[in-house]
């Protein structure tokens, strides 16, 4: 069956684009092209942004209650449910990802998302009163926060697309998505099912398209926040208009975060969460813990049990159940991953597994071998600079409070564990390095929680709470004083 598409989602409907121009989605392992859909331009933007402003000054989505906004978004959850397999296979197809982890990550962590959200928005204080100090009582609402542009990664395409989405329309808010280029995919059966569920015309657009278009986007006058993931570089582009324009805006940047091993950690089971922490997603995960800090009397040992870990790792065909790494989302990628592996052995790091050059039994794709380097110093720049790869470096501590000091030692502070046979001293630790989230013996998310990161690493939160107040304005509403 043809993976090609014609049209652009537009204000809730299917349109014809406005320029011919076309995305070519390529296979990251065969180098073939799967499929070609239209790529938006600044008219499609601007008729997208046109139908959401309308939708949100005069439509009836952010004047319904959230008891109605929620029983939409109840029955799109149970929609997505139903195709989350489906939806797994678009984005390994588009990017690669193998397929376990599209179907424990990519997918499934999206529906838990909207879930969540909702639970979260049915608790919600949309509206409360408050005691005020002059002897009326103040009435203090959340209202939605306008219009809102959600540009998504390639990485991780729903993930990221439903940590926006879903709270902001639950908020009453409308939305136009701008999904990266390389993973539109994805974001086709996404409009089916909002249509499906009931989401009003005009709430939501989604119009794939590249950087300067996004910048249009991210510009345009008729938006009222902006929530993006994506590299800390083009982040600080986003903050900086944003800024300008007094516009609401989100940042959920990138990471070079720390995995701290402890001498007491129990080895075999550090190894195998360091191998998920720091090669999820073939290591293209912006909370990638790709820094091992081990202790210099353990510093051999830990080396020696992760380059056996990573070198039995299965290379290869992303639609495989076996395989745990696949290949780079594309020849850029690829390029720039190798170049770091150059990078790594010019300062001085010794490649233990991996480096240069195709994985074995593979002549096509664009594919890394999974690589340690030990002997690395934490001013490297295979220490401090995100990768986005199958990369990881070991860097030696003294002690404790040292290990601390080299996780801290970074421009980003997003994610990071520590592995420990005690609990106790593992969240003491966990106290000390700055980063916005960090796990002890495990890394997950819990979506109830707010997710985001400390430094270079964004500005905001995701999920919990704290997510869905992202979406929303405060308004007090002061009452007269009663007479005495």
Request: charged fraction near 20%; include cysteine.
């Amino acid at each position: 069956m043809s993976l090609d598409r014609k049209e652009l989602f537009i204000g809730g409907e299917w349109v014809a684009p406005a320029t011919g121009d076309v995305l070519e989605v390529v296979s990251p392992h065969t180098e073939e092209v799967v499929a070609r859909v239209p790529e938006g331009s600044v008219a499609d933007i601007d008729a997208a942004v046109a139908a959401a402003r309308h939708a949100f000054d005069h439509g009836p989505w952010p004047r319904m209650t959230p008891a109605e906004r929620i029983a939409v978004i109840e029955t799109f959850s149970g929609l997505y449910a139903a195709r989350m397999g489906e939806m797994a296979d678009l984005i390994t197809t588009e990017m690669g990802c193998p397929t376990s982890f599209a179907n424990l990550g990519q997918v499934p962590a999206p529906w838990m998302q909207i879930e969540a959200f909702l639970g979260i928005a049915r608790e919600f204080d949309w509206e409360a009163e408050r005691p005020g100090v002059l002897g009326a009582p103040v009435v203090v609402r959340r209202e939605p926060v306008g219009v809102v542009a959600a540009i998504p990664p390639w990485n991780v395409p729903q993930f990221t697309i439903i940590s926006k989405i879903v709270p902001a329309l639950l908020a009453g808010c409308t939305v136009v998505v701008k999904p990266a280029p390389e993973t539109p995919l994805d974001s086709y059966l996404l409009a089916e099912l909002l249509v499906e569920a009931g989401v009003p015309q005009g709430v939501v657009s989604i119009v794939p398209a590249g950087r300067e278009v996004g910048e249009h986007l991210v510009r345009h006058p008729g938006i009222d926040k902006v929530a993006f993931t994506g590299s800390t570089a083009a982040g600080r582009l986003i903050g900086s208009i944003c800024g300008e324009q007094l516009k609401r805006v989100s940042l959920e940047l990138g990471g070079k975060s720390a995995a701290i091993v402890l001498d007491d950690a129990d080895l075999a089971h550090t190894i195998e969460g360091i191998k998920f922490t720091g090669l999820m997603n073939s290591g293209q995960a912006c909370v990638a813990q790709t820094r091992i800090l081990a202790s210099r009397k353990n510093y051999d040992n830990v080396v020696e049990a992760l380059a056996a870990g990573v070198a039995g790792m299965k290379v290869g065909d992303p639609f495989d159940a076996a395989t745990e790494i696949g290949p780079m989302v594309a020849k850029r990628q690829q390029d720039r991953v190798s170049e770091y592996i150059r990078i790594g052995q010019a300062e001085g790091a010794t490649v233990v597994t991996g480096g240069e050059g195709m994985p074995e039994g593979l002549d096509r794709g664009w594919y890394i071998r999974p690589t340690v380097f030990a002997g690395v110093d934490n001013a490297m720049r295979i220490a401090q600079e995100e990768i986005f790869g199958p990369v990881l470096s070991v860097i030696a501590y003294d002690d404790v409070d040292d290990a601390v000091r080299i996780a801290n030692d970074s421009d980003y502070g997003l994610a990071g564990t520590v592995w420990t046979g005690d609990k106790e001293a593992g969240l003491d630790v966990a106290r000390q390095v700055r980063a916005g989230t960090y796990g002890v013996n495990t890394y997950t998310m819990d979506f109830s929680s707010p997710f985001g990161g400390f430094k270079a690493s964004g500005i905001g939160r995701e999920f919990g709470p704290e997510g869905l107040a992202q979406y929303t304005e405060l308004k007090s509403i002061y009452t007269e004083v009663p007479a005495m």
